[in-house]
């Protein structure tokens, strides 16, 4: 580039100047990494440092710089040089602070510290200032699908934040299951008695709101678009048709009960008498409003005897029914059983539970219901018979050890929530149209037209580190859609995910990248003349970002994408790049490692490490001052689904003797942001085992970790014990020919 003018900033502060010679690291700057200003500095990141490198930037022209101080995740507000590309040589946690401070150590940290100046400089000049998406959207709408509480939660937090929602409602008024509850149990001290719900003031609150628009009895025909610019055809159960313009979606479409008819063996379906929460609730408000006392189902008579039955068709290892814990119906049925107690102390109520899940201070509201009379029983339902009006609850007592029964004229069936997530896109196509599934937002995605689901059908979410985050970028989840909740979690969910769908809409107004890279400019451009058509970045890539335009060729969405960079990892023919992320950015910093002969018994080995944890956890283990292999040279990369095979091959013919990938964990509870990075990364390197055999090479030279950012001592001991498994293996063959 003719008018790139590089400078390399070398920093002796934090101990750096003590354990390493800055002057060496600045000749390496200037006689190997060729740039064209090197500096020494006291403090880099002091006043006068960062101002020093200002005025290089003012009056010097300089345009590429390169620091070489501490990780490029510390004192970032500091060096913070928007007009200039910029990277930095990690030689404070990656090198002085995770090498021992002896003299015996000082030379191969010295030769580590000069290797990441060189790859820092050979990165530098590959990087160009990202100009930004030049596709902004600008509508900062929000569209929520579901009038429930989680969704009319959504709409609110959105509306009162000065942002317009929109709620679109399948049925004929505002409220879904949380407007059915009699009461709800309490969020509040003294966690005592049930409460109001709240939700027909929180619906009169959603009608009345000058920002929120409603559709009743409405659903999604189609939803196209991207964040910033969704239009979304809303179809009314009269036949009219309309068209909404939103920057994003929340999708809060809740819950259905489970079918206590799938449940014989407990009585579901057998008798009026057993019913579920649900049914209970429904009860409970006509009682309250005067309609039919609350009595027995079948005939109206008063209830002297109601047993629950906690888990029912919940937690089932059987395969048949819900494998998971909803929650709530603990605590729910506690609230119910309270019904009982406070309208008449009288009437026998047992709660028939295997465990009692009242988790924080509901915990007070267990002991409150012990107080009013209701009675706990451990114990395992073996089954529920109906004779007439009674029901006899056979069950094991798992704190006697025998088995017993109980008369009862009335049973709840504490059942779980199954979400309403729409189609399961990840069906074969034959298998989502014989479904009777209903899709919800249609969208005109290539990938399908539902969000993908997590395991037990529930909508995505990356439960660990970004709840509501779904893999459909602007649009998120909130709610018992994401995984079976209480109101008050609703409520907290809701607020969450349209403090997200904010993000997002103010992020596509300014071309920039929504989470996990919030803020950044850079985006995937592609060189479509190399484009073989192979379609692999369509179909990797996790977010739905790609589409294929009418000669099949790639058709980049820049509003959807994460700039997680899988699509320039899948690319065999490496046209995709970012401009500050790619395959020479990354290629010419392995090449730039100086890599000793093969008798020198100084290995060299590459670590890729996820930025989101690996490279975290190494820069918490030097901060620990956990000693690891200074046989390690580590490169940040923005997932492991970024990596392309080309950096390993490169790598090992370039005479490197091993290669670490450490990504995120993968599966069902992945933890990798980029969802499905780490994973695809450890399928294409199952693959790469010919290459190796081809070169000559042990397969055990290329390995890839799943860690986590806590993994701040495992991973330093993985490096070790990786290191060591080289030392065994021996030096590479390839050195004496790279
Ligand atoms: S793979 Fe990642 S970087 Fe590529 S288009 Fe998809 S989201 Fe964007
Ligand atoms: S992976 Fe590369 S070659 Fe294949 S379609 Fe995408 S851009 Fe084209």
Redesign the pocket.
Known sequence: MADMKTAAYICQGCGIGERLSTAQLAAVAQKEGKMNLVREHAFLCSADGVQRIRADVGTEGVTHIMIAACSRRAKTEAFNFPDVAMARANIREGVIWSQPDNDEAREITQEMADDYVRMGCAEAKKLKLPAGNPNVAQNKRMLIVGGGVSGMTAALEAAEAGYEAVIVEKRGELGGWGGKLFKRVPAHMPYADPVATGVAELAAKVSKHPRIKVHLNSTIAQTAGAPGRFTVQIAAESGAASAEEVGAIVQATGFEPYDIQKLPELGGGKSANVIDQAGLEALAREAAAGARPLGRPSDGAPVESVVFIQCAGQRDDSGKHLPYCSGHCCNTSIKQAMYFKDANPAIDTVILYTDLRTPGMTEDFYRSGQKKGVTFTKGKVEAVETNGNRCTVQFKDLILNEDTSIEADLVVLATGQVPNSGVNIELPEEEQAASKTVSILNLTYRQGKDMPQLKHGLTDSHFICFPYETRRTGIYAAGPVRRPMDIAQAMEDATGAALKAIQAVENAALGRAAHPRSGDLS??MVRLDGCTQCKR?TV????G??DEDEKRYPL?NES?????????G?CPVRV?SFENYSPDSVGSQIKAVDIPDEFSEKPRILVLACENDAYPALDMAGMQRNVYSAFVRVIPVRCL?SVNTIWITDALNGGWDGVMMMGCKHGDNYQCH?VKGSELATYRMSKIDDTLKQLGLETERVATYEVAITDIRRVPQLINDYAAKINEIGMSPMKGFA
């Open positions: 985006y995937p970045c990797e890539c996790p977010f970002a790609i980049f959807r994408c994460r700039r997680c960079g899988t699509c320039m899948a995709i689904g980029f």
